[in-house]
């Protein structure tokens, strides 16, 4: 109950974090393209291996007419509005599925609260969760990873080099909790390790939505 309590205070000021992030991302695309730039300087230096791969220029995305074959401010335009869409969904199915997390964190302390009689219906409860939010992760991340590159890569450390830092400590906290569940049942041993790797992986989470809303 007090984790859920939590969440209720803390939801409202994830969502503005996120809204906040929208509305910058909006401002850099109409304030850096009425810069006219060259073609060859639309495009940022540095990128992710996945944006290069399929938005760079000779991404997959130009070679099979998903996007435009040659970049112009118009096109390029267009892309970063294309951006704006999928962060959009990116911030949504976030919050979505943090809530879920939350949910899993409560069922997760009834099933392995050892006062507890064991109950097999908060355990289907609990998979199906776990399979929610892991729909709803793999979603999340499909939208960062497979969106236009930004108009500008800056090398400085801020808020936004802190979320992706972030994002792959909780990254890295779904793979092991994912593979500890899968384990339990032949080692139930385990299952305090399955709870750390939970409770670090939401923890990196809420701080990754949260660092949006500051400037470092």
Not at 30 to 43: A, K, R, V, Y
């Amino acid at each position: 109950m007090k984790k859920l309590l939590i969440f209720l205070v803390m939801f409202p000021f994830m969502a503005l974090c996120q809204e906040i992030n929208t509305d910058s991302l909006l401002l850099d695309i109409t304030g850096d393209l009425s810069l006219n730039q060259e073609p060859q300087s639309l495009l940022p230096e540095r990128m992710m291996f996945t944006q290069r791969m399929l938005w760079g220029e000779n991404g997959l995305y130009r070679k099979v007419g998903i996007a435009p074959r040659v970049l112009t401010p118009e096109t390029r335009e267009h892309e970063l509005k294309i951006r704006r869409t999928m962060f959009r969904i990116h911030q949504a199915v976030g919050l979505t599925t943090a809530a879920a997390m939350v949910a899993q964190g409560f069922l997760g302390s009834r099933l392995y609260d050892d006062n507890r009689e064991y109950n097999p219906q908060v355990k289907k409860w609990h998979e199906g969760v776990a399979t929610g939010i892991n729909i709803g992760y793999a979603t999340t991340a499909l939208m960062s990873f497979t969106s236009p590159p930004p108009f500008i890569n800056r090398k400085k450390f801020d808020n936004i080099k802190l979320h992706k830092i972030l994002s792959y400590v909780h990254l890295t906290g779904m793979i092991t909790t994912n593979v500890l569940a899968g384990q339990i049942s032949n080692n139930f041993t385990l299952k305090k390790y399955h709870r750390a790797a939970a409770y670090t992986t939401f923890g990196a989470y809420a701080l990754a939505i949260a660092s949006i809303k500051f400037e470092l």
